[in-house]
């Protein structure tokens, strides 16, 4: 897996239709700042409301620019393991490096449910899988303990993307996969400085779609042990990415590219564009910070 910024990349729209040129210019723009993996069809990426050839061509375009020099990962996770399971074939035909599979949302498993879950897709993929943990969308938080049997008992579950904002969550993960060769990254881009500092090996980024270069800076400053310049480029832009999150994400990111001039301010139902104040207070902060 990757160190560094995995970013979680937003997906274009135009008039209703996913906008491949934007796309394939905020893609070049991030692999040209030096992220490490580009996460296709996420949240971030409204992955939740794009078609199965949505995804493939996304899937593909994505890997076309990439090469071999940036992983990429594709968000295939949903509440029915035999979709999730279809979804990952899908996404590793096409050329994902890896797949992100959220927990199972609204459904609620128990943590047997989440084991036997993971366990089933695991025995039937032979392509990396990255958990990912984000209880505020899915009603369901998966346990370190469980996260450690699984890498543990898994051979191709090889990280976290772990996005409770407890952060001792991931402490205690670190702990108990430790020797494992299992990754951690921060799915908080205001926890990422800190998660990084106690073990985790960087972050799958809503910020980085907007600041590329200044993520890879600070989780390389981290990775190389120079926490007070990582600390100084956390607290400079710890505001913008708290600002991208005062609406649902990806509203606050898709209005703030667009404010750059590099996408339509166009996200699909049942999302909304931005209101007005959102707008006004993230143009303030991009003036701010000279962006």
Not at 38 to 47: D, F, L, N
Not at 169 to 176: F, H
Not at 268 to 290: F, M, N, W, Y
Request: hydrophobic share 40%.
């Amino acid at each position: 897996m990757f160190s560094g910024v995995g970013t979680a990349i937003v997906t274009p729209f135009k008039d209703g239709e996913v906008d491949y040129q934007a796309y394939e210019r905020l893609v070049r723009w991030q692999v040209e700042s030096g992220v490490s993996a580009i996460i296709v069809a996420g949240t971030t990426g409204e992955g939740a409301t794009l078609t199965v050839d949505e995804r493939n061509r996304l899937t593909s375009l994505t890997k076309e620019i990439c090469g071999a020099a940036v992983q990429v990962i594709v968000g295939t996770g949903t509440n029915d393991t035999r979709k999730t399971l279809e979804l990952s074939k899908n996404a590793q035909q096409h050329g994902a490096d890896a797949v992100l599979i959220v927990t199972p949302y609204y459904n609620k498993p128990t943590q047997e449910g989440l084991y036997a879950h993971y366990r089933f897709l695991s025995e039937r993929l032979d392509i990396p899988i990255v958990i990912y943990n984000v209880p505020s969308r899915t009603g369901v938080n998966i346990s370190p303990e469980t996260v450690a049997r699984l890498a543990s008992d898994c051979p191709n579950i090889v990280a976290i993307k772990e996005a409770n904002p407890d952060v001792s969550q991931s402490d205690e993960i670190y702990r108990l996969t430790r020797g494992m060769n299992f990754y951690i990254y921060s799915g908080n881009d205001d926890r990422a400085f800190h998660m990084m500092c106690a073990g985790a090996k960087g972050v799958i980024s809503v910020a980085s779609n907007v600041i590329p270069r200044a993520m890879v800076e600070m989780t390389q400053a981290v990775l190389n042990g120079d926490v007070k310049t990582a600390l100084e480029i956390h607290v400079r832009y710890l505001k913008l990415m708290k600002l991208l999150f005062i609406e649902t994400n990806p509203i606050p990111v898709k209005a703030m590219l667009s404010l750059m001039g590099f996408i339509q301010n166009e996200l699909r139902l049942p999302l909304v564009p931005a209101s007005q104040q959102t707008i006004d207070k993230l143009s303030q902060a991009l003036k701010e910070l000279g962006i």
